[in-house]
């Protein structure tokens, strides 16, 4: 999370304020100009914007820094950023 912390505070209004938008124009605007939009302010972090999230409203992250992908989610009444879970190989394949 040290990594992410200087990002995480960097971004979360912009997030904020892109999700209540969101929420009003879901209908009518393409999320993928919401990850335009993100992946500009996330640069200079060197963070990779890969994935938009419609419900919640967040999005994937990548960066040479952390070992695997991370989410960024804005929720009702807070923020979540957490680790993608790797997938786990199953134990029936060889």
């Given at each position: 999370?040290?990594?992410?912390?200087?990002?995480?505070?960097?971004?979360?209004?912009?997030?904020?304020?892109?999700?209540?938008?969101w929420?009003?124009?879901?209908?009518?605007?393409?999320?993928?100009?919401?990850?335009?939009?993100?992946?500009?302010?996330?640069?200079?972090?060197?963070?990779?914007?890969?994935?938009?999230?419609?419900?919640?409203?967040?999005?994937?992250?990548?960066?040479p820094?952390?070992?695997?992908?991370?989410?960024?989610?804005?929720?009702?009444?807070?923020?979540?950023?957490?680790?993608?879970?790797?997938?786990?190989?199953?134990?029936?394949?060889?």
């Open positions: 999370m040290d990594v992410v912390r200087p990002f995480f505070d960097a971004i979360r209004d912009l997030a904020c304020r892109l999700a209540d938008r929420r009003d124009e879901s209908e009518y605007e393409d999320i993928e100009e919401y990850r335009k939009v993100l992946q500009e302010a996330c640069t200079p972090f060197n963070v990779q914007v890969t994935r938009m999230l419609r419900r919640p409203f967040g999005f994937v992250f990548t960066t820094a952390l070992p695997q992908p991370w989410a960024m989610k804005i929720l009702a009444r807070r923020i979540r950023c957490e680790p993608i879970p790797t997938a786990r190989r199953s134990r029936m394949s060889a």
